[in-house]
């Protein structure tokens, strides 16, 4: 089975992109029903990268920007 692997840099709770990011993994898991689909963050919510990717085997890791970067003051 392939695992497709969606990370978004930061989101804090409550935070738009969290729920973008999760609806964004249902509807691939809705189009790629044979590819596991999992969500996770570079920093700040799990799981982590080191926790998300564990035991996978050549996983594909999609970053998820939606939005010019920068950081939270």
Same mark, same amino acid.
Request: with cysteine.
């Given at each position: 089975m392939h695992v497709l692997w969606f990370s978004s840099p930061t989101a804090r709770a409550g935070q738009g992109q969290s729920c973008l990011l999760s609806r964004t993994a249902e509807r691939v898991r809705t189009i790629l029903p044979e590819v596991e689909v999992r969500t *996770?963050?570079?920093?700040?919510? @799990? @799981?982590? =990268? #080191?926790? #998300?990717l564990k035991g996978l %085997?050549? @996983? %594909? %890791?999609? =970053?998820?920007?939606? #939005?010019? *970067?920068?950081?939270a003051p």
């Amino acid at each position: 089975m392939h695992v497709l692997w969606f990370s978004s840099p930061t989101a804090r709770a409550g935070q738009g992109q969290s729920c973008l990011l999760s609806r964004t993994a249902e509807r691939v898991r809705t189009i790629l029903p044979e590819v596991e689909v999992r969500t *996770g963050y570079i920093e700040l919510q @799990p @799981p982590d =990268p #080191a926790t #998300a990717l564990k035991g996978l %085997v050549d @996983p %594909v %890791v999609l =970053p998820f920007f939606l #939005a010019r *970067g920068h950081h939270a003051p």
